[in-house]
């Protein structure tokens, strides 16, 4: 098993690995205080780890974010954390309160909705996203320097993933892999939160699983926005 390293925005780059049917992506930022988003299972830790080894030293490692507490998102948190003596986890209020500060060998540092971290010439912002499309504490991250959106499990691509990034269409393929297992709560304000995540205007968007996209990122999450609210009626 390898995990394959692309730049796919700016100082951006994608950590792909494939499993039988199935891959799972992390993204690292690098400047000053470089950025680790997701953190993938445990048993892809050895792969993702050699993978950040080849962009950045660990021990320059000095976040961890996730977008909600899921084995693919951060079960290999603190094998990370054992291993990146300057990293904390970066997550939610939520995820902090009810999850992390029990669960992370390193005290999380909990980000309220719209809070922004520097990272050096580059910050990312927060952005609350409760049951979008699932879990209380999920949000996401939105680098500006680059406009993308770290948008975990949104236009999830099943299969094998050997495009870094792509400008075709992922709406479809996500929506035929929800089709088979329909990971999203459906909660009454997922038409609100996605418009808000849509007025971040990306331009990139970096998907946990699956290619990462550019293009225009706002008028794609709409569509999908759009497509889910089909479904309701």
């Keep these: ?47 993702v ?45 939520v995820a902090a309160l009810v999850s ?26 927060w952005l609350d996203a409760p049951h979008v499309p699932h879990g209380w504490e999920c949000g996401y991250l939105f680098e500006r320097e680059t406009r993308t959106l770290l948008c975990g499990d949104l236009f999830t691509q099943g299969g094998g993933s050997d495009v870094p990034v792509t400008e075709a269409d ?17 909660t009454r304000r997922q038409a609100a939160i996605l418009e808000r995540l849509a007025g971040t205007q990306p331009t990139t968007l970096a998907c946990m699983h699956g290619s990462a996209w550019r293009g225009d990122g706002g008028a794609l999450i709409r569509a999908l926005a759009t497509t889910l609210e089909s479904d309701v009626h």
């Excluded at 992390?100 to 520097?118: H, K, Q």
Aim: aromatic fraction near 8%.
């Design 1 to 47: 098993m390898e995990t394959r390293v692309d730049e796919v925005a700016d100082g951006i780059y994608r950590l792909n690995t494939k499993v039988p049917g199935f891959n799972f992506n992390q993204y690292l930022i690098v400047d000053d205080e470089p950025l680790l988003f997701h953190t993938g299972p445990r048993g892809l830790f050895e792969s």
């Design 170 to 186: 992922i709406l479809g393929p996500s929506e035929a892999f929800r089709a088979q297992m329909d990971y999203f709560s459906h």
């Design 49 to 93: 780890r050699a993978a950040i080894g080849r962009v950045i030293a660990l021990d320059r490692l000095r976040w961890i974010g996730f977008s909600h507490v899921e084995a693919d998102e951060c079960g290999a948190l603190n094998h990370l954390l054992s291993v990146a003596p300057q990293a904390s986890p970066l997550c939610s209020k």
């Design 100 to 125: 992390m500060e029990d669960l992370a060998d390193r005290r999380p540092r909990g980000l309220a909705d719209g809070e922004t971290v520097t990272l050096g010439r580059r910050s990312v912002t």
